[in-house]
């Protein structure tokens, strides 16, 4: 893990200002927090920062959000010291590829796609690649061992990677037709690579009726570049009990 400090002063510009659209946005995430609790925001409103300032995050940019959400600048600045997606350096312009090389990712062979950044993009990890499209860096389980090797870029994970998927993971932002985020072998989410081995068929009950859809559909996966939590999916069923938090008839005994 390398030491995360701010960009030198000559890389820093003088100030930072949201656009309107992106204010509006920012005052939109505040006004969700009790009187008092703006601080709360404060993770949201630095990554809109980081989109807007082609995805790095200044002294000045963490000086305006702290002012916004009434923070001591330290705060903030601890924040985005802390959390490795918040980049404290210019990026490359097309992808930042943030690689995972914690030990199940290494054990799937993390370390051909070092190879692939080392030799494409730059030797060293934070450093522009000659055109000025890419950057790259190393960091820790990025919660996706599952799918492993695997590389973060902007909102979307890119997973079981290899080598030459990965060469062409990088052809497809260099050209600007990125991948589809996800399992780059075929498999679906973490499910067997051939397909599913258990629960093939409902044969055990003759009534039930054959499901019409499979049960995860790549429909739900999540778009490029977008939140996670932006995926529809059905409201979660209450606790046993009804909503005021009464037991329910089944609990009681005679
Ligand atoms: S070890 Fe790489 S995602 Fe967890």
Known sequence: MAVRRLAPKELQPASFAFSEEN????????????????????????????EQANGWISEAAIRVVADMLAM??????????????????????????????????QLR??????D????????????????????????????????????LIGND???DLTKDSFGKLLDGFASGNPA???????????????GITTLKSNGASKTAKPAKEPVLADAEAKMPGAAANTQERPAPKPPAGDATGKKGKKGKTS
């Open 23 to 50: 204010l509006a946005w920012a005052k939109g995430q505040i006004a969700k927090y009790p009187e008092g609790r703006q601080a709360s925001a404060v993770i949201p409103i630095l990554w809109r920062a980081q």
């Open 72 to 105: 001591p600048y330290i705060r903030v600045l601890e924040v985005a010291t802390f959390y490795t997606q918040f980049q404290l350096q210019p990026v490359g312009k097309k992808a930042h590829i943030q690689v995972c090389g914690t030990t199940p990712c």
């Open 109 to 114: 062979g993390s370390d051909a796609l070092f």
């Open 116 to 151: 692939v950044c080392r030799h494409r993009i730059h030797h060293d990890p934070f450093q522009i690649s000659a055109d000025g499209d890419f950057s790259w860096e190393e960091v820790e389980c990025l919660g996706a061992c599952v799918n492993a090797p695997m590389v």
């Open 157 to 159: 994970t890119y997973e």
């Open 180 to 194: 589809k985020p996800g399992p780059q072998n075929g498999r679906q989410f973490s499910a067997p690579i051939g």
